[in-house]
């Protein structure tokens, strides 16, 4: 029987750091993800609307101040990594490890879409364990545009892979805004040939929420487990989605593979 670690794994919309009162509030995330997120330890952070929505698509909160509130590492430290010099990140998309995990791997997706959006992907390889595949994005609001971008998406992780070496576990985190529990057309087989599998876990609106917006799910079932929504005053305060965090289940490697 192949023997399992977990890593955590975090997923957060913070709305260009505009909260319910309608003022935008970069330190109110900052404290935020140190006071609510960073105790949950998580080995992977992925933050949605974390850039400015019209271009240059500007840094809402600095890369700097955010591996500093939550001890993490970002992995758009090179320039092919992120929209432009002033971005945090990929069309708002911010992808963030524990620096025990290394990074085989990384590459962005321009989705096609009136509303700009972005997807980044990257293998993952955190020590002693097999390499995880991460898809981070933010998918949108039509569900005709995000199986365009599912679609898109799954074309690039097949031609990601590479003949005779062991296809990764994938994971895909983000808003993908499918309001269904049971998942609509972009997530479904036809779209992108594989069944994804996770609990659907209502994050939105922060208050109270009704929709499972923000999903964790993986391409082998059993990997996503213990899927939870945390709540806080400064979560409601801060953002109209709440986090949605996960653990997942990967097989560690055999030692002679170390």
């Not at 404290?31 to 500007?58: K, M």
């Not at 840094?59 to 758009?76: C, F, K, P, Q, Y």
């Amino acid at each position: 029987m192949q023997t399992t670690e977990t890593l955590c794994c975090a997923s957060w919309n913070i709305h260009r750091g505009r909260g319910g009162d309608g003022r935008v509030d970069a330190d109110r995330i900052l404290g935020v993800l140190g006071r609510d997120i960073a105790p949950l330890r998580p080995d992977i952070l992925v933050l949605q609307e974390a850039d400015t929505d019209c271009p240059p698509h500007s840094a809402v909160l600095g890369r700097d101040r955010i591996e500093a509130a939550t001890g993490l590492r970002s992995l758009h430290t090179g320039p092919g990594l992120r929209w432009g010099p002033q971005s945090d990140g990929f069309l708002g998309v911010i992808v963030l490890v524990h620096p025990r995990i290394i990074v085989r791997r990384a590459d962005v997706i321009d989705l096609p879409g009136h509303c700009h959006r972005g997807a980044v992907v990257a293998d993952l390889a955190p020590r002693g364990m097999h390499t995880l595949r991460l898809v981070a994005t933010h998918l949108s609001l039509a569900q005709w545009l995000r199986a365009v971008q599912m679609r898109t998406i799954g074309q690039h992780l097949i031609r990601r892979d590479v003949a005779g070496t062991p296809t990764p576990d994938t994971v895909i985190v983000g808003d993908l805004n499918e309001w269904r529990p049971w998942s609509g057309l972009a997530l479904s087989r036809r779209i992108t040939g594989r069944r994804w599998h996770g609990a659907a876990r209502a994050t939105f609106p922060v208050g109270r929420p009704v929709l499972p917006l923000d999903r964790i799910l993986c391409d082998r079932p059993g990997v996503v487990r213990d899927v939870r929504v945390p709540d806080s005053a400064g979560i409601r305060a801060a953002s109209d989605h709440r986090p949605l965090v996960a653990r997942l289940a990967v097989p560690r490697r055999p030692l002679s593979d170390a």
